[in-house]
T-cell receptor, first 109, second 112 residues
């Protein structure tokens, strides 16, 4: 099993729809989880941290399921500007930082 | 705070040339990393450092060297450039593996 796995997409979603991505991780001892956003040819930027109790930031909701070892990102009322690649990040053994390959999202007008 | 800075922004090299990509951060972060990203692909870790004087290999270290003599700087050296090293290189820093990473704007390298 890969350390961090994401569906590469692309997800083609009409504007205003709700879309959700999952990311699975293999190390049950992982403690830190993040979602990053990367626009084309730009550096990744933190979208949100993922807390055990789940957390929400405006239209974005992140959740952690430790039993099944995955995190999720839900985007409500999607905007054209949400089109990007979403990267899942998990800390692995010895504090290593592990990035998923990313999920591409296209919001369609 | 400037955050993470990288120079140069763009570089073209001929096969066999060597060069150093510079990375600096002013956040007093112990942990710094170098990634490469090829078109349509994810980030691949080249080398990382958990503090001054300590470096370790990532997923794709061949053809690259690093050193970490200060907390602030983490240069990446290409020893003898090859066309396969054409890529976008990102440097990142963080307090530790448990915290968010901050990325530099990237260096776009072309090797002909």
């Amino acid at each position: 099993r890969k350390e961090v796995e994401q569906d590469p997409g692309p997800f083609n979603v009409p504007e205003g729809a709700t879309v959700a991505f999952n990311c699975t991780y293999s190390n049950s001892a992982s403690q830190s989880f993040f979602w990053y956003r990367q626009d084309c040819r730009k550096e990744p930027k933190l979208l949100m941290s993922v807390y055990s109790s789940g957390n929400e930031d405006g239209r974005f909701t992140a959740q952690l399921n430790r039993a099944s070892q995955y995190i999720s990102l839900l985007i409500r009322d999607s905007k054209l500007s949400d089109s990007a690649t979403y990267l899942c990040v998990v800390n692995g053994e010895d504090d290593k930082i592990i990035f998923g390959k990313g999920t591409r999202l296209h919001i369609l007008p | 705070n400037a955050g993470v800075t990288q120079t140069p922004k763009f570089q073209v090299l001929k096969t066999g040339q060597s060069m150093t990509l510079q990375c600096a951060q002013d956040m007093n972060h112990e942990y710094m990393s170098w990634y490469r990203q090829d078109p349509g692909m994810g980030l691949r870790l080249i080398h990382y450092s958990v503090g001054a004087g300590i470096t370790d290999q990532g997923e794709v270290p061949n053809g690259y060297n690093v050193s970490r003599s200060t907390t602030e700087d983490f240069p990446l050296r290409l020893l003898s450039a090859a066309p396969s090293q054409t890529s976008v290189y990102f440097c990142a820093s963080t307090k530790s593996g448990l915290y968010e990473q901050y990325f530099g704007p990237g260096t776009r390298l072309t090797v002909t």
